[in-house]
């Protein structure tokens, strides 16, 4: 068996993660990938969810002030800190956002990955994204 990181609280999209928000679990060998070192999360893990590498980066995003986080699926191209438009199906209106955590090959994830928007914007975005009717553009360079 093997010692492997796994969640004790959740941790969003952009916390740091270390010592204080894992918990060490024996495993078998090969079940999960080998955690190397910490770093962000670059989206969500629930509590008792396994720490994976896919869900870690070296850098952090952070939100400018006043801003809210919107968990949505991201284009697999996306970075985090990409600039992003946000697309509202029905009204046709383009809101700026920012890439703060991108989907991984985890097949224990949930395939999603998260945009901060600004506060003006937040209720209008969330109420489309909750009816499946936003689209995330990512710049292609």
Do not use: C
């Not at 994976?52 to 991201?74: F, H, N, R």
């Not at 990409?82 to 920012?98: F, K, W």
């Not at 949930?110 to 969330?126: K, T």
Request: net charge negative.
């Amino acid at each position: 068996m093997l010692e492997h990181p796994f969640a004790v609280e959740t941790i969003a999209a952009g916390d740091e993660i270390s010592v204080d928000v894992v918990e060490m679990r024996l495993v078998p060998p090969g079940l999960l990938p080998r955690v190397e070192e910490y770093g962000y999360a670059n989206r969500t893990f629930l509590p008792d969810e396994p720490i994976t590498p896919g869900g870690i980066t070296g850098e952090d995003a952070p939100i400018a002030s006043g801003w809210w986080d919107l968990e949505i699926a991201v284009p697999r191209t996306a970075k985090v800190g990409d600039p992003v438009q946000l697309v509202l199906i029905d009204t046709g209106v383009a809101v700026a956002g920012s890439v703060r955590a991108v989907a991984d090959d985890d097949p224990l994830g949930n395939g999603s990955g998260s945009v901060a928007i600004p506060p003006d914007q937040a209720v209008a975005v969330a109420a489309a994204a909750a009816n499946g009717r936003v689209i995330v553009l990512v710049s292609s360079g």
